[in-house]
């Protein structure tokens, strides 16, 4: 069974980095495609960035490419999304989410599973 913890939000100034982490306790999590999601106050999640198993293949929103980065650590069953260069319009609660084993997915319906989510605000 697959069950995402995330962690590693918070305050920062604009400017400023945080890495956030996203546990899996499941045994699957080797073959799936991991993705990071926000979702603003108002707005709609949308996609930030994905990886598919062993890092074959790799995704940014065009808004966040240049200054974020995904990355896995399968020993660990642990994937990260690296924030740097953080802008105001970067605050939202970021969600960790999880795949059936496939292709790159970029889609918030082509994931099934879920984290609770981790609050980033970044103050101007």
């Known amino acids: 069974q697959v069950q995402l913890v995330e962690s590693g939000g918070g305050l920062v100034q604009a400017g400023g980095s945080l890495r956030l982490s996203c546990v899996d306790s499941g045994r699957t999590f080797i073959v799936r495609t991991m993705g990071w999601f926000r979702q603003a106050p108002g707005k709609e999640r949308e996609f930030v960035a994905a990886?598919?198993?062993?890092?074959?293949?790799?995704s940014c929103a065009d808004s966040v490419k240049g200054r974020f980065t995904i990355s896995r650590d399968d020993a660990k069953n642990t994937v990260y999304l690296q924030m740097n260069s953080l802008k105001p319009d970067d605050t939202a609660t970021y969600y960790c989410?999880?795949?059936?084993?496939?292709?790159?997915?970029?889609?918030?319906?082509?994931?099934?599973?879920w984290g609770q989510g981790t609050q980033v605000t970044v103050s101007s």
């Open positions: 990886i598919t198993l062993r890092s074959l293949s790799i």
């Open positions: 989410a999880a795949a059936n084993p496939g292709e790159l997915r970029v889609g918030s319906r082509d994931f099934q599973y």
